[in-house]
């Protein structure tokens, strides 16, 4: 029998799952809205529709492209659809969105969606109310398109309900009831609705809901102003139908606005004024009546902010000379710190789930994933950049929600390079080597909160030092952004000499106590019960198979492992692991600590390595007495430390953790033992040349839950003999099978244009994949990529990448597969 699941909200998300749920054979359901069912008066109730499918994220790209598909197939009594197809035009008024718009056709191509640059000429022949001297080009999208978002929730409530859903409105939720770590139901003025599953998809007012149940939702309601004008005579002799489009959707991103008709009047959003935050809680309950010109999500319009938009708005479109505003208000959406929606389920509250920061766009792209994740334990497209685990503890305060999701909003239509770092709030998080890295002149970039050395500026002066063969090529603009010719220093000093590496922001966890190897086991495709002492480096996948994230395992103790985490999502999944663990056998308990904070690592590497080390240890670090793959305790300069033998870009060395406190004197120690070797410090942008050079992985970037082990060149990483873990029959199924597509290497033929991800890669003419990380390899001279392509491209075949337009030849390089002891093995880089 299907669980009893309670949707708290009935807009455009909540009855999508509700729908969604009903397909995958769930309907017990209960959805439970405070406002009125016909018009509940959230976000979807004052939505304009717009559609746009293009998106840096392929994840909120294949969301809305699922959208558009199901409000094209929900269909009134009168046959007509929830969606508009009018397409969608961009607009460029200056060159740098002129040329941004040639890196979102790459967006676009790399996703599947059709998509065309085109002249001013064509831009009015497809838009003739523009005015020609103000558009340099433009992008057009044909299947985008204007979503009737309030009649798509009429249909889908009324199929459900035919399908057993129940509908209860005007009831507010006043609490979340739970037991033993559980939810077990949704508290309302008129009782509780008992409930296995509770789902928030309450838009804005999921920050209190949330609150219900102890979670803290990273997210901030802000309002946008949207006006309607008065008719216009050039709409008028189109003839829409009343609130009708024929005219693509506009986006002018320059100025932060975009257009849709309503009939013979325009629509028209604004971005461009100040942050307008919200407080949820303020507004009250929802009143029983909701009309279209009152409802809890529509705030009074603030006409001194919308004065440069009208101005701009009669400049890009004459015709709007002849009009007035007749109608604005400052409508009330969801921002969170990245943008991105937030879909999961509680870390402490077993079924307690959310699906928010949802915009129509990509309403029942969201609801399918939410409704699969549920049903059938897996979404089959990648979550990981909309999950609600992503944020570190840091990135919860309410100051920091509030800021930069104010960022966020104010930076909606910016163009953003994908090194773009926060200017505010820096310095949450800093290692215990941020003082002598400030000395040393770090290039800082912001990563979950953390400063992050790219390069360091002391390394400047040895650029004129490079041999030949290491000297950095000339850039374009875009990827000179965010880059240094220090970084070719870095990696050359790493390859001939040695240099040391800040890595303590990489997760990293103790598991203790008499359960903890059982817990691991489960959890990975790699053997760790092996004696104390050793590393095994594996996978963790999910119950298809599909990848969950790689992890470091390290058995200092019987019952105790130092365990590094390559995604945040894990880390709760080994929570709850454990927590049924220990329900099961109260002798089998594990403890999870994350020690992240607490603990300082340095990763210290190159072929000088052990000269360094020897001179600051008695502890024996040859080959003989440290083999690779292995931990020891040891002292550094009198400084007790966990010390592992492994390296992240392919070259001998260690990576030393010590306790936080004594960071800033391990750092000393080596880097003063170390200048006789040449040493140097090293950033983040050496060590993803490197580490591509090496043949590593990153999971987010390079692979996903959507992902197989071979497909992903992982299948090195899984144990033979083993069984039992967590996904282990199901890739036993996979046997035989050959992958539709695979992660290979390419490097670009010309030797010096480095591509930034996500580009396009083209065969014959046709896209066949996209790029996932790239980076130049000093150690070969050229750049290299990795790209997701169909299982048939072979080794020496060639290919194009699109960037910003062009296509640059590439060659597919020989495809390095990763194993156990992979972290050692240096002749991966002469394949490439």
């Known amino acids: 029998m299907a669980p009893k699941v309670v949707i708290i909200g009935a807009g455009i998300v909540g009855a999508n799952l509700a729908d969604e749920l009903c397909s995958l054979g769930w309907t017990n359901t209960t959805v439970v809205e405070q406002g009125p069912l016909d018009l509940p008066g959230g976000s979807t109730s004052h939505a304009p529709g717009l559609v746009y499918q293009t998106n840096p994220s392929k994840t909120m790209a294949k969301f809305a492209t699922y959208t558009v598909s199901k409000l094209q197939s929900l269909k009134d009594q009168d046959g007509s659809s929830c969606f508009n197809q009018v397409g969608g035009l961009e607009v460029a008024t200056t060159e740098a969105r002129l040329h941004d718009l040639k890196r979102k056709q790459g967006w676009a191509h790399s996703w599947g969606i059709e998509a065309k640059l085109i002249s001013p000429e064509e831009c009015l022949k497809l838009y003739p109310l523009l005015n020609r001297d103000r558009v340099l080009g433009g992008m057009h999208i044909p299947s985008d398109g204007l979503a009737l978002a309030a009649k798509a929730v009429q249909l889908l409530v009324k199929r459900t309900r035919e399908k057993g859903v129940k509908y209860i409105d005007r009831t507010p939720v006043t609490g979340i009831a739970r037991s033993d770590g559980k939810v077990t139901g949704v508290v309302t003025p008129n009782g509780t609705i008992s409930a296995d599953i509770v789902v928030c998809c309450a838009g804005f007012w999921g920050v209190e809901v949330s609150k219900m149940a102890g979670l803290t939702l990273p997210l901030l309601p802000l309002a946008h102003q949207y006006v309607k004008t008065t008719p216009i005579q050039a709409l008028k002799e189109r003839k829409n139908p009343p609130n009708s489009a024929s005219l693509p959707i506009l986006r002018h991103q320059d100025q932060d606005l975009y257009y849709r008709e309503h009939g013979d009047f325009y629509g028209i959003g604004y971005y461009g004024h100040k942050p307008m935050p919200v407080n949820a809680a303020s507004l009250g309950w929802t009143p029983s009546t909701v009309s279209d010109n009152n409802m809890p999500s529509r705030l009074t319009f603030t006409a001194e902010d919308f004065a440069p938009a009208w101005q701009e708005s009669q400049e890009l479109l004459p015709v709007m000379r002849e009009a007035e505003i007749a109608d604005g208000f400052n409508g009330i959406f969801s921002f969170t710190p990245d943008g991105g929606s937030l879909v999961g389920e509680s870390p402490t509250l077993d079924g307690f789930w959310v699906a928010e920061a949802v915009w129509v766009t990509h309403s029942a792209g969201v609801a399918r994933a939410v409704a699969e994740v549920l049903v059938k334990g897996k979404s089959q497209i990648d979550l990981s950049d909309c999950d609600l685990s992503r944020f570190e503890g840091v990135q919860l305060s309410l100051d920091y929600v509030s800021e930069t999701s104010q960022q ?425």
């Open 408 to 832: 966020n909003f104010i930076e909606v239509y910016n163009i953003l390079h994908p090194l773009e770092p926060k200017q505010s709030p820096r310095n949450l998080r800093v290692s215990a080597f941020f003082a002598r890295q400030e000395q040393l002149g770090a290039m800082f970039l912001e990563q979950r909160g953390w400063e992050r050395p790219h390069w360091y500026k002391a390394n400047e002066k040895l650029v004129k030092t490079l041999p030949r063969e290491w000297r950095p090529q000339e850039r374009d603009a875009w990827s000179s952004k965010f880059y240094s010719p220090i970084v070719a220093v870095e990696a050359w000093k790493t390859r001939t000499a040695v240099a040391m590496y800040d890595m303590t922001p990489l997760r990293r966890l103790e598991i203790s106590g008499p359960g903890a190897l059982d817990l691991l086991q489960q959890a990975c495709t790699g053997d760790v019960s092996r004696p104390v002492g050793t590393i095994t480096y594996a996978l963790v996948l999910d119950d298809n198979a599909c990848l969950r994230c790689d992890i470091i395992v390290a058995r200092l103790e019987e019952e105790l492992f130092h365990v590094g985490i390559f995604n945040p999502i894990v880390i709760e999944t080994l929570s709850r692991s454990a927590r049924k663990q220990s329900q099961h056998s109260s002798g089998k308990w594990a403890a999870i600590h994350e020690v992240t904070a607490g603990t300082s690592a340095l990763g210290l590497w190159g072929p000088h390595a052990h000269a360094v080390i020897r001179k600051l240890s008695e502890d024996d670090f040859s080959t003989s007495g440290f083999p690779h793959h292995t931990v020891k305790r040891v002292h550094i300069a009198g400084i007790p430390a966990t010390a592992v033998r492994l390296s992240h870009v392919g070259e001998a060395g260690w990576e030393i953790y010590v306790n936080a406190d004594v960071g800033l004197r391990l750092w000393d120690a080596v880097f003063d033992a170390g200048q006789s070797e040449g040493i140097i410090a090293a950033g983040r942008a050496a060590l993803n040349s490197l580490r591509m050079e090496k043949g590593f992985r990153d999971f987010g970037s390079d692979f996903t839950s959507e992902h197989t082990p071979a497909a992903a060149g992982m299948e090195g990483l899984v144990a033979p003999s083993k069984t039992g873990y967590t996904g282990a029959n199901a890739l036993a199924s996979l046997v035989g099978k050959q992958p539709e597509k695979r992660l290979r290497t390419l490097t670009i033929d010309d030797g010096k244009s480095v591509v930034m991800g996500k580009e396009p890669v083209f065969q014959h003419g046709k896209a066949v994949g996209y790029v996932t990380s790239a980076a130049f390899a000093y150690t070969i001279g050229k750049p290299v990529a990795y790209a997701w392509l169909p299982s048939g491209v072979r080794e020496g075949d060639k290919v194009q990448v699109e960037y910003f337009g062009k296509r640059v030849p590439a060659t597919i390089a020989a495809n390095v597969t990763v194993k156990e002891n992979w972290m050692d093995d240096r002749s991966v880089r002469a394949k490439l």
